[in-house]
């Protein structure tokens, strides 16, 4: 994210317009950037050149979701399982982390991105901890692409959060068991709609705790790219693929095909008409 804001070039605009033009674009990416060590061990760099180089790719594809007009973009930065990596590994992870925020939110601002974080964000040293706050605050009017870090974030971890929570609601009666249901059970996760495309790099086949509740419909891409290798052509190339699926949700073609595939604010309200579920 250190360069210089990367204007998308004319051809760039283009393949941008076709693929607006092509098909839906997703509302909501999620991204599990995997293979920083990989690529910089097969450079015979060390380990922290690779997630330095993934900083890049973040601000690329950052840069070009929002320019495409994705509503939400969440990135797998740092999960829960994270933290038992080698201690030196961890600590050059959150420097690298302080020093993006520091330097991109500005620019993050002047390209109308909210940013926002999910995950133990308690849990992570206090300058991050005040660099996230202060850029959310900043950008909380943005009215572009939302970039949600998922930080010291595990999809196990959110379900306890919210299981604890709501059994403090039931205790004190702020809500019934009867009113349990998949809507109210959302409320209780993070405030972002369900990921219509998970993009995984280094082809890697697991989700790996990521947004666990929130993938059940999710269309998966994954690239052999290593996250440092990843750029915006090998996301459109994701979102072509995207664009070539059936979305059924469950049912069948015949039923999607009386009317468009529905978003995910309205999808389970429709599951539960034609499934009774
Ligand atoms: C996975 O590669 C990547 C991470 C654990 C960290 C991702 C962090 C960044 C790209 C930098 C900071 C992020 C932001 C949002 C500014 P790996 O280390 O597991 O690679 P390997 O599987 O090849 O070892």
Known sequence: MAKGPQQATGEDRKEQETLRRSGEI???IAII???????ATERGLPRIAGHTE??????DTVEACG???????????????????PQEEVSLLMRLLLKALRDETDRLHTN?????????IAALPVEVQRELAEGGERTRNNTGLTLVLALSYSGRWE????????????????ITEQAI????????????????????????????????????????????KYWPAFR????????RDYQRRERRFGMVSEQLAKEKPPRQSVLRGLIRSVTGL
């Not at 379900?159 to 702020?174: C, E, F, N, S, V």
């Open 181 to 224: 249901s998949e809507e109210l059970i959302g409320q209780y996760l993070a405030e972002i709609p369900d990921p219509d495309l998970l993009i995984r790099t280094s082809g890697e086949f697991r989700i790996s705790n990521f947004l666990l509740w929130q993938l059940a419909y999710t269309e998966i891409f994954i690239t052999p």
């Open 159 to 174: 379900l306890t959060q919210a299981i604890r929570k709501m059994a403090r609601d039931l205790q004190t009666g702020r």
């Open 67 to 85: 320019q495409l007009g994705v509503e939400y973009l969440t990135l797998y930065a740092f999960s829960t399982e994270n933290w038992k990596r």
């Open 33 to 39: 950037m995997d293979g920083n060590g990989r690529w």
């Open 112 to 120: 109308n991105v909210r940013l926002t974080s999910i995950g133990d």
């Open 54 to 59: 993934g900083v890049e790719s973040v601000r």
């Open 26 to 28: 997703p509302r909501h």
């Open 232 to 239: 915006r052509e090998e996301l459109y190339t994701a979102i």
